[in-house]
Nanobody, 118 residues
Framework: QVQLVESGGGLVQPGGSLRLSCAAS????????MGWYRQAPGKQRELVAA???????NYADSVKGRFTISRDNAKNTVSLQMNSLKPEDTAVYYC????????????WGQGTQVTVSS
């Protein structure tokens, strides 16, 4: 079973920073594009950032310049460094692994709450 273990969520003031981390199995991680999604109340889940096994990244326009996604292939983890946080960033953040092969699959973490508020 694919297991995505998330950590790092919490409460932070506007302008502050948080770092989210997600770990997967070595075999799955080595074959998957890793991404962070978020879902705020009343809104659809949206892609925040993604990174391929080759290190190519993609960001939502709303977080460009503030968030940085990275992966550590030795530790089988993907991280999302979130700086200059805004109240609009408040959401449940989900880790995702998506296959980079002809076999279509994806796996989701349980989600971690990020709240940006004074």
């Amino acid at each position: 079973q694919v297991q995505l273990v998330e950590s790092g969520g919490g409460l932070v003031q506007p302008g502050g920073s948080l770092r989210l981390s997600c770990a997967a199995s070595r075999i799955i991680f080595s074959r998957a594009t890793m991404g962070w999604y978020r879902q705020a109340p009343g809104k659809q889940r949206e892609l925040v950032a993604a990174i391929t096994t080759g290190g190519n990244t993609n960001y939502a326009d709303s977080v460009k310049g503030r968030f940085t996604i990275s992966r550590d292939n030795a530790k089988n983890t993907v991280s999302l460094q979130m700086n200059s946080l805004k109240p609009e960033d408040t959401a449940v953040y989900y880790c995702n692994a998506k296959s980079e092969s002809a076999i279509v699959w994806n796996s989701w973490g349980q989600g971690t709450q990020v709240t940006v508020s004074s």
